[in-house]
């Protein structure tokens, strides 16, 4: 309805809003004092998971939901979640509360979000870890997909068969055909690091500390490169 919801890095995560149709302005508006994240908007409501913090060390973690028009919000379960999906009526994510789950969360959940009051429980497993960690769920509205760790594999889960699936059964991995030429070079210049590819016949890159974004520079083979500043006059190149 014509609003921007996010979590606001420059005041600790806490919850804003803006109106699309603002310019100019140094901030939106505070929402929800608490950090927030894997936030989603649906029919009027905001889900996301918000954590308590108190001298900047994180507390308590819980799945709410935010009632625009209201303004009331309400704590769906007592789990840290992440990677928020809706599905009719449920909220879809994978557990990854410090007490009960493992370093990449303990499966997935789903906790219902008729509720209209506090609950502090926790949701519903529908999948078991396994010792395995889980990752970017998401869903096409019948079916979730999923990545594992253990296999680096895309998997889907029916909801009405409760069967799992392998996406990337028949995915074999290509091999590695690049063949190391020399070995880098780096330098660092204004902030980012430009290095020889020994992967790609000693051409020129830059990474982006900032960004972590990696660059190609120069298409020759080069062996080996000063970053400098030339003074002109009273400026510098």
């Known amino acids: 309805d014509g609003y921007i919801y996010y979590s606001n890095v420059n005041a600790g995560g806490r919850l804003y809003s803006i109106s699309v149709n603002d310019k100019d302005n140094e901030t939106g508006a505070l929402i929800y ?137 028949n995915f074999v991995l290509p091999e590695e055909t690049a063949t190391p030429s020399g070995y880098a070079k780096l330098a660092e210049y204004n902030g980012e690091i430009y290095y020889t590819n020994p992967l790609d016949d000693g051409c020129l890159y830059k990474y982006n500390l900032t960004t972590k974004s990696r660059y190609k520079v120069l298409a020759d083979s080069i062996s080996i490169f000063i970053p400098r500043r030339i003074r002109r006059g009273s400026r510098f190149l």
């Open 33 to 169: 004092d608490e950090t927030v994240s894997d936030i989603l908007v649906d029919g009027g409501i905001i889900y996301f998971n918000s954590t308590k913090t108190k001298a900047g060390v994180s507390l308590a973690s819980a799945i709410r939901k935010y009632d625009i028009s209201s303004g009331k919000c309400i704590k769906l379960t007592t789990d840290n979640g992440k990677y928020l999906t809706k599905i009719g009526s449920y909220i879809y994510y994978i557990n990854k509360d410090k007490i009960t789950s493992e370093l990449f969360g303990d499966g997935i959940y789903k906790i219902s979000v008729l509720s209209d009051k506090d609950n502090n429980l926790q949701g519903t497993k529908i999948i078991s870890s396994e010792d395995n960690g889980f990752s970017s769920l998401s869903s096409n509205g019948n079916c979730l997909y999923y990545y594992k760790l253990n296999d680096k594999h895309i998997y889907s889960y029916d909801l009405q068969k409760k069967t799992e699936t392998d996406v990337m059964a």
